[in-house]
């Protein structure tokens, strides 16, 4: 269907008549476009020059839509230009002063020769640098460009829309300054190494698109080397927000959480931690499968991560496919491929069952097919009702990070923000196309950070007790 991702606006020029915008229009209706805008922007006694706006389906429907106006009589496509693209002419982020620098005295103070009482005095109390600096309030989102959301390993100078894209979130939602780092190499130890040199800069680290099993290493490695927290979004985002959705679809349909049966596919970055995070909140009966089938005892090949897995769900040994496995769950939660499964299939759970479908752009399952027989169906799709998007966790995690000086990420933290999330989605509100609040609703980021915050004050005043 037609996508505000695929907006475009022909320029048209056609024979001034009472019926030239209106034919235009109808063509452009008639090859399948949705239009959202008709101005004139230029007129003369013989001929007018309209500007029509509309959503087409991909770059090939632009094309096909155009063909259709240039064989029209008289009517002529002088320019085609995509929404997306000029969105992101000369990028989407820009540096701009806090404070004015009109005057000489201004510019002692911001720079030379006042700057240098500030320097001496971060010398003497490194910690200070959190307080005087923009390390209060800077993230570094750092990729490597090898597992870009729904391209692959397209490189960091082709990842780097996307980082300005999250960049521009977390200012958005959560008022925290973001700035992309998209490094030319694929190698673990030079990104550690990169990041770690990078931090003074920096209160917090979000990774971002860096490819499983390295993704784990590097996160691992950079929490315990680094005083300021680091943070995998594509694994802990998402499993935040999937655990919120899950708390309140689970109250819709009136189950609870240690006593259903879960079934999750794929178990790279994002499906581990998702099990990790589930299992804090009290889920007992997780089964989960990869491509080649459920993961148990006979599946080790000495991947750690997967091997945690294993210890840890299927303690009934289930050994069969994906699709023999949704006999008789009651959840399931997909972070894997495009249309492994069909509603016949989700019609094999159990009553009121909750299906999950969170591959992008297409889900493992069409939504609507889930629909017949399950009770509550999400997607990762803005499209949908019940969109799981990992903008709903990020900027307000960050946000308390920065607030608290925090230098820690746990999996109890985690786990309050995804309840804080869950809360913002009253009783009044609930139901099975509303478990999850919309990604504008400005009290997601608040509950968030308000959440992290308590939790990180309780354990650095644990810590230091200790």
């Not at 950079?222 to 959705?245: K, M, N, S, W, Y």
């Not at 759970?349 to 169906?377: H, K, Q, R, S």
Request: hydrophobic fraction near 45%; charge should be negative; aromatic fraction near 4%.
């Amino acid at each position: 269907m037609p996508s505000p991702s695929y907006t475009i606006t022909l320029r048209v020029e056609t024979p001034a008549s009472q019926q030239a915008t209106s034919t235009v229009v109808h063509a452009v209706a008639e090859a399948g476009a949705a239009v959202t805008g008709v101005d004139i922007a230029h007129s003369t006694t013989s001929v007018i020059t309209v500007d029509v706006t509309c959503d087409t389906v991909d770059a090939e429907h632009g094309e096909r839509v155009r063909e259709a106006l240039d064989t029209l009589d008289g009517v002529r496509v002088l320019k085609m230009s995509d929404s997306t693209f000029l969105m992101h002419l000369g990028g989407k982020l820009s540096v701009s002063p806090k404070t004015p620098l009109k005057t000489r005295r201004d510019l002692s103070r911001a720079y030379t020769p006042g700057v240098a009482r500030v320097c001496l005095a971060i010398a003497e109390r490194p910690e200070d640098a959190r307080r005087l600096t923009i390390k209060r309030n800077t993230v570094a989102v750092v990729t490597d460009g090898t597992a870009v959301l729904g391209l692959g390993d397209i490189g960091p100078a082709a990842a780097l829309p996307v980082m300005e894209g999250k960049a521009a979130l977390f200012k958005q939602f959560a008022g925290v300054d973001a700035w992309p780092v998209c490094l030319d190499t694929k190698d673990t130890e030079e990104i550690i190494a990169v990041v770690k040199a990078l931090a003074p800069v920096y209160g917090g680290v979000n990774l971002e698109d860096i490819s499983a099993p390295r993704c784990f290493e590097i996160e691992a490695r950079l929490r315990e080397e680094l005083d300021i927290p680091v943070f995998h979004d594509d694994q802990h985002g998402t499993a935040i927000v999937v655990l919120a959705a899950l708390i309140n679809a689970l109250k819709v349909v009136g189950k609870s959480m240690p006593d259903v049966r879960i079934v999750v596919s794929g178990v790279g970055a994002a499906g581990s931690a998702i099990i990790k995070l589930l299992l804090a909140q009290g889920a007992r009966n997780i089964v989960s499968f990869g491509r080649k089938g459920a993961l148990h005892d006979g599946t080790r090949n000495g991947d750690p991560h997967r091997d945690w897995i294993i210890d840890h769900t299927n303690s009934g040994g289930f050994t069969g496919t994906l699709q023999q496995g949704l006999v008789g769950a009651d959840v399931f939660i997909g972070v894997s491929a495009a249309d492994i499964l069909t509603g016949e299939d989700i019609a094999r759970m159990n009553d009121d069952a909750v299906v999950f479908a969170l591959a992008n752009p297409t889900p493992e399952v069409d939504p609507i097919e889930a629909g017949e027989t399950a009770a509550v169906v999400a997607t990762g799709r803005s499209d949908y009702p019940n969109q799981i998007n990992n903008v709903l966790a990020f900027p307000g995690l960050f946000r308390g990070l920065l607030d608290a000086g925090a230098t820690h990420i746990s999996d109890e933290l985690l786990r309050v923000a995804a309840v804080a999330i869950a809360g913002v989605v009253s009783d009044d509100e609930l139901n099975a196309a509303f478990i999850i609040p919309g990604v504008f609703d400005t009290r997601v980021a608040e509950a968030v950070a308000d959440a992290v915050r308590i939790e990180s004050a309780q354990h650095m005043a644990a810590a230091t007790s200790s």
